[in-house]
């Protein structure tokens, strides 16, 4: 998530306000953000996604303007008659169907207010944009091309133009292979036949969305007028990212104005800074909140949150401001109520519901199990789920399938363990110069897989003791011990697994069914696991034991 | 004064012996020298004896040394040499009796203790040399070749010998050691001077002696409470299992029951039914563990998968605008380690519905996290989910309830965000240890977006938090792998609350 460097004086002078560093700490987290850092002069602050509108100091200004009553309510803006138009080709089609555009005057710029504006930017690729799939932002400094502006798409090679940065005239081909954003963003576009380009009426480029605009309308500190197009695949996302970065340069006192997109068969005209209206119950508002607010209070918790209401009744009538992009349902105004009403002024109720605790059967069995194994004198571990193929199957001696990760963070986890003993034995080596006897045991989960079942998990208990005389006898005679006090019935059959001695392994069947592996581990084993001193162990399913 | 039999004994050893090392008087009063030590500390403590600690240093032999003393100096097997072949002999005939690197070292020495001389490399003894007597250093060395010195107990002559021996490479070792050494203090030896009265002491009360009643009229020996006993350590939950019980209980208490769900899987009941667009990035391939095997996973009922896609699409009638792109069946089925216990109680809401219900779940979610001292791909999570006639101010009543069980009584709340609930907010809680607010888990009411298809018509409150952060705070531990690391030694002695 975005981590917005704000600047305390800039805020205050924004939001008209005197409140010092301290009061703005504790306070912009009411809103909802966390504060990651403060160094005397800046604020580092993390917005939610949702609220891409706050990615901006401007954005957080007004935010908090109408939160702190210094200007509630909803917050109008107006755009200029469009002088310019820009055409949209039919060929952008199915490449990336969308373009809107304004144009912005008096425009007064520092290098600090320009990497801002790229900041900005670049949040709003990411949170909206999907990083700059759905929605890409160009901001062209105009004075050096010539409207009308026409969005089109051209062949790879099929146009030459110096890119952001760079000296050399290159093709979009080329820019896609050599430049860095180019190869960064190449898979956007690159399945194409034809790029997407942005020109004006000489057939200068202004940019290869969503690569890199052009070094002839770099935007500088001599900068007076921008050219801003943004384009994507959903027309509804690039005019909220539009509106979002239009009105936050409007908070700054520049002058926004409209450019009429030509669209094959229609025409718009953008920026749209007209709120959206929605319809909010009253009633619905205080069932969902727990409180017996009148319409005026929601009206003013509204207000506070940047909203315009209007009355009807118990009904309100909502407007909602042009960059607000998470507003999808009337619970999502019934959140900003609750956020302009405030979250530490809500009375604490105890929903009514009653209702009687129960505990999982199989809980309550592992529960038992560990009681009696703290009494025989194990002691509990717990380990990773997450081990590799070596670790879980090879160190054993073992052949296995398990549940295997596509994406891994490292070569030692890649697959979801099928049994508990290699984890015991890992604990025993971590202990290897601990002292002697050791006897510990897991309460855990293996996931095995199941063909069409996909793959279950399974309670296990996995138990191991190592000193100089663990035997055979020793942890059957745990066994023996355990389904005595369980009052299990079972049978004792030898069994073979590599893991284990010849000779030494038994499996413990309860009805007809395998319930368990018991017995001395073989000494290749031990040496795989470094460990020097015989261990014994066994690994039971608990929910066969739950059944009798 | 009341003296134990021990501190009599000693006491007594020390009256005849004057001044003594806790061996000696071991050694006289047939007592272990821990027990005399023991003795020896109470005797200080009531002002009967003195302790001083005196340093001195013992002088052995060290690698080398012990070869010479075997084999003799290099010197001197020269000089033996010299002596057999008349007094006179090529340097480099010293071959037939000394290794290469032991040539230079033995001319060095002859010439040193003025026992040869060299004219053009002839090598020829002087006067004292063909006498051949034993030189100070290889008196001392066959001293100590019989055992160790102290430097306290050399002669003036042995300590210039040393000094001569220290002057070769690994000859002598020189350790410095205190000696601890006891006396009578005035009062002690008052005491020694009327005379000890040793009477017969039982410490350890056996079963002979109760048998056989020999304990009448006998001492039972006082013993000092305070000391410190032996360390007991018992086997042991893991302190993980036992916050996990706690909060386990909590709940339970509270009326909720308990569930759980799969690990593995699907896309499905982990994002989409819970309303998380499909190109959202927490569903990115840095966040979530996605699998090779199983890779598919089947989707529930045709009916709920039907719901969640127009949800997905249009907002299925709830009022909401939907996403508004095309829902993949085909990603939804995409299987993947659950990165939150949500996907287990989506699940189950949308088995049981009908209210009232309380749930709640703690178990593993996996993360794609690398391994640091913070972070951990798998870890525990525990929710809980209250469906009936709820609202907002009941969560946040709820979770005042639940923290302060948890033994937070200052809980504050503030706005938060996560894609499947509406109104979401933040929970922190006060750490009084650290004097600070620390982010302490999540809560808000699913979006109608995500119980509506699934047939819920009532609110449904959720809150959760990660349990290995809480485990931290209170274990006081600083690196969260110490968790699944089992060291034995800090289970045993780990703190139980």
Not at chain 1, 238 to 255: C, D, V
Not at chain 1, 336 to 345: L, M, P, Q, T
Not at chain 2, 64 to 77: C, I, S, T, V
Request: hydrophobic share 40%; aromatic share 8%; glycine share 8%.
């Amino acid at each position: 998530m975005p981590v917005i460097k704000i600047e305390c004086d800039e805020l205050r002078r924004l939001m008209r306000t005197e409140m010092s560093d301290a009061e703005l700490m504790e306070k912009l987290p009411l809103l909802g953000c966390d504060i990651e850092g403060y160094d005397g002069r800046y604020i580092y602050a993390e917005y939610f996604p949702n609220r891409p509108d706050l990615y901006s100091v401007e954005g957080i200004a007004r935010a908090y303007r109408a939160f702190f009553g210094i200007e509630p309510g909803l917050k109008e803006y107006s755009a200029g008659e469009a002088k310019n138009f820009l055409i949209v080709d039919e060929s952008v089609s199915g490449v990336r169907d969308f373009v809107v555009a304004c144009e912005v005057e008096n425009v007064r710029l520092t290098d600090e207010l320009i990497a801002e504006l790229m900041e900005l930017q670049e949040r709003l690729h990411w949170a909206l944009g999907r990083d700059r799939r759905k929605v890409s932002i160009g901001v062209h400094d105009p004075s050096r091309v010539t409207p009308p502006y026409r969005y089109t798409t051209v062949a790879p090679d099929g146009i030459r133009f110096v890119p952001l940065g760079y000296r050399e005239e290159m093709t979009p081909r080329q820019i896609l292979e050599e430049h860095p954003k180019g190869v960064e963003y190449a898979h956007i576009i690159s399945s194409f036949d034809r790029y997407p380009v942005i020109l004006d009426s000489r057939n200068n480029v202004l940019s290869l969305p969503p690569i890199i605009n052009g070094e002839l309308t770099r935007v500088t500190e001599a900068t007076r007028r921008f050219f801003i197009d943004v384009t994507g695949t959903d027309l509804r996302l690039i005019s909220q990212a539009l509106n979002i970065l239009a009105t936050a340069l409007a908070e700054r006192g520049f002058t926004v104005r409209k450019v009429e997109v030509r669209y094959p068969r229609q025409s718009l005209t953008t920026p749209d800074f007209s709120p959206r209206h929605m319809k909010l119950r009253l009633s619905y508002v205080n069932r969902m909140l727990g409180l017996r607010l009148e319409a005026e209070e929601v009206k003013s918790c509204l207000e506070r949150m940047g909203y315009g209401a209007g009355l009807n009744g118990e009904e309100l009538l909502v407007s909602v401001p042009c960059y607000r992009c998470d507003i999808f349902h009337e619970i999502d105004l019934v959140e900003d109520v609750a956020i302009g009403y405030g979250y530490g002024n809500f009375p604490a109720s105890l929903p009514g519901v009653l209702t009687t605790g129960e505990k999982l059967p199989l809980e309550v069995l592992c529960e038992k199990l560990r009681m009696l194994m703290l009494g025989y004198g194990f002691t509990e571990v717990m380990n990773l789920m997450l081990t590799n193929e070596r670790e879980n199957f090879s160190r054993l001696r073992r052949h296995g399938e398990a549940v295997r990760i596509k994406n891994p963070i490292s070569e030692e986890h890649t697959i979801v363990r099928t049994s508990l003993i290699p984890g015991l034995l890992r604990t025993l080596r971590l202990n290897r110069h601990r002292e002697l006897p050791q006897r510990i045991f897991e309460l855990g989960d293996v996931v095995l897989l199941d063909g069409d079942a996909g793959a279950p998990r399974r309670r296990r208990l996995g138990v191991a003791v190592v000193h100089d005389r663990a035997s055979f006898t020793e942890i059957k005679a745990l066994l023996q011990g355990l389904l005595r006090d369980l009052g299990v019935e079972y049978r004792v059959a030898p069994a073979e697994d590599p893991a284990f001695i010849t000779g030494r392994c038994a499996s413990l069947l309860v009805g007809d069914d395998e319930a368990g592996l018991f017995g001395e581990l073989h000494p290749e084993v031990l040496e795989n696991f470094e460990l020097e001193f015989p261990v014994a162990a066994m690994e039971l399913e608990v929910e066969a034991l739950e059944l009798r | 004064m009341e003296l134990s039999r021990n501190e009599k004994l000693v006491l007594k050893a020390l009256g005849e012996l004057g001044s003594a090392e806790p061996e000696e008087i071991a050694s006289r009063t047939k007592l272990r020298v821990s027990a005399v030590n023991r003795a020896l500390y109470w005797l200080v403590r009531k002002g009967l004896a003195e302790v001083e600690e005196e340093k001195d240093c013992a002088v052995a032999l060290g690698e080398e040394g012990r070869l010479y003393a075997e084999r003799g100096l290099p010197e001197r097997r020269a000089l033996e040499y010299l002596r057999s072949k008349g007094g006179e002999a090529e340097i480099s005939a010293l071959g037939e009796v000394l290794d290469k690197d032991e040539v230079s070292i033995a001319l060095g020495w002859l010439r040193r203790k003025g026992l040869a001389s060299i004219t053009g490399g002839r090598l020829a003894l002087t006067e004292e040399g063909r006498r051949g007597d034993r030189t100070e250093d290889e008196k001392l060395l066959e001293r100590l070749a019989q055992g160790e010195l102290m430097l306290s107990q050399l002669s003036e002559k042995e300590r210039s010998a040393l000094e001569l021996l220290r002057g070769r490479q690994q000859v002598v070792r020189i350790e410095e050691r205190s000696l601890r050494k006891a006396r009578l203090t005035r009062r002690g030896k008052e005491l020694f001077a009327k005379g000890i009265e040793l009477e017969e002491e039982i410490s350890q009360l056996t079963h002979q002696i109760i048998k056989t009643g020999t304990w009448r009229g006998k001492k039972l020996r006082r013993y000092d409470v305070t000391l410190p006993a032996p360390e007991l350590l018992p086997a042991k939950l893991h302190p993980l299992r036992i916050i996990i019980d706690e909060i386990r209980s909590i709940f339970l208490q509270m009326g909720f029951k308990e569930i759980s769900g799969p690990l593995v899987e699907s896309s499905f009941w982990n994002f989409d039914a819970l309303f998380v667009p499909q190109d959202h990035p927490a569903r990115e391939m840095q966040d979530t563990f996605y699998l090779e095997k199983p890779a598919r996973l089947k989707l529930p009922d045709r009916r709920i998968v039907e719901a969640v896609r127009r949800a997905h699409e249009n907002g299925a009638g709830t009022g909401s605008t939907g996403w508004r792109y095309s829902w993949s069946e085909e990603l939804a089925r995409t299987a993947l380690l659950r990165t939150h216990t949500t996907a287990t109680t989506i699940r189950h809401l949308a088995a049981e519905q009908k209210p009232p219900i309380k749930v709640f779940c703690v178990d593993r979610v996996f993360r794609k996290e690398r391994i640091t001292f913070k972070h951990l791909p798998e870890f525990h999570q525990v929710e809980g989910i209250v469906v009936g006639e709820v609202s907002f101010a009941d969560l946040l009543g709820l979770l005042r309830e639940f923290y302060s069980k948890m033994g937070f009584e200052q809980v504050r709340f503030r706005p938060g965000y996560f894609p499947y609930t509406e109104p979401s907010l933040e929970i922190e809680v006060f750490f009084a240890d650290k004097e600070k607010w620390l982010e302490l888990g999540g809560a808000g009411i699913f979006r109608p977006e995500v119980t509506e298809p699934l047939g819920i018509r009532h609110p449904v409150l959720a809150w959760g938090l990660g349990i290995e952060r809480l485990a931290m705070l209170r274990l006081g531990l600083e690196d969260i792998r110490e968790l699944y690391m089992s060291d034995i030694n800090w289970l045993r002695r780990a703190r139980v609350r």
